[in-house]
């Protein structure tokens, strides 16, 4: 009779569906100053400059923590670090909504919610699909991919909408409340650390027959690349370099930034909002870019958003596969999480200097166009990759002790460069 009972969904896929809510919600929170920027300069009469600060501070601590949680969820596991970024998110944007000086903004916005969503990046998407899943691993990291690059964009109009209709103070309350009554609760009880604390294996684990012989021993692993040696890599700072212009011409200054030129140009920022989200789901940079001075109305505004949305997450699929092509797959992912970090630093030069360039020129068009050149050059330094020659030699991993095998990480104890 239970021959016919259909098998039940392996448990990875609540694991999966949980995760990929935390992300949409958390980076749904990077999307909140894009809407906050315009209605904090009228209310405190602080210039673009100052508050991009406060965003740039966000971004660049959103890409640092990311490899530092990667360590505590080895340490306390998943669930644990997953439940005190959230409280720390939360407690951060509530507490926003009384800030009353500029070095309130840094400190919770840039400081406390920085680094709380940097703890539910790409690192706690990494970590899940290395833990729970054996197959299926490329479709469900590229489901958590578009929850994190999108989360932020299609979350956009609504908050644009209760800013226009309840005022600023209203989205910090709506989203703390969100992360609190709706995410919290469902992260402390269905998330698990690893398969074996059910007693289960990874999705897609294939048990070997029982054949009476011995047990083989697994082969070797690879040794892991530890960050000291990628650096003396050109191909690493390539990288680097380019994923950096990538983080600058989308989350720093276009993420940021473009409602607040929307509003310059006499558009609503529901309408900006809205073509922001637009390109979340349509998700070419450098030629776009450099057009955007010149949209002035909606229609011209929701072209732009198009054809720039066709590529704003293009990059991270192909980025993580180089890294992985370049250091191996035990050391690809780890340090593709330092190239993400570069991704983040370029974001936040982006964000501050935007706003920097908008007070210095009144406009956005100095700002548009160097990123529209910065994205045609990076195009170009991606294509000087030496791509085909396998992970780097392991001959190369110590220059001066050739029996030693570089730790991974982060580890206590391991050995340095």
Known sequence: MDRHRPARPHYAWVILAVTGLTVVMTAGVTAVPAVLIHPLEVAFGWDRAAIALAV???????????????????????????????????????????????LHLYLLWGVVVGVGTGSTALVLSATVVNRWFTTQRGLALGLLGAASS?????????????????????????????????????????????????????????????????????????????????????????????????????NGLIGTHLIPHAIDQGLSAVA????????????????SLLFLPYADDLTTLALFGVVYGLDWIATVPPTVGLATDLFGTRSGPILFGWVFFGHQVGAALAAYGGGLLRVWFGTYHVAFTTAGLLALGAAVLILTIRQGHGPVPLGSLHQTSPRSTPAPLGEPNAATS
């Open 150 to 250: 999108t989360g932020r964009l299609v979350f956009l109009p609504l908050l644009a909408t209760i800013v226009a209709t309840l005022g600023w103070q209203a989205v910090g309350w709506v989203v703390a409340g969100c992360l609190l009554l709706v995410v919290l609760p469902l992260v402390a009880l269905l998330m698990r650390d690893a398969p074996a604390a059910m007693g289960l294996t990874p999705y897609g684990a294939v048990h070997a027959p029982v054949s009476g012989l011995p047990p083989t021993a697994a082969p070797p692993a690879a040794p892991l690349v530890s960050l000291g040696v990628a650096i003396r890599q050109g191909n690493f700072w390539r990288l680097w370099l380019t994923f950096a212009i990538c983080g600058a011409t989308t």
């Open 272 to 287: 900006a909002a809205t073509t922001l989200a637009m390109m979340g789901m349509l998700d070419i940079v450098g030629l």
């Open 56 to 102: 740039s501070i966000n971004v660049f601590l959103y890409g640092l923590a990311g490899p530092f949680a990667g360590r505590v969820m080895l340490r306390v596991g998943l669930r644990r670090v997953m439940l005190t970024s959230l409280l720390l998110i939360a407690g951060g944007v509530a507490a926003s909504t009384q800030v009353q000086t500029l």
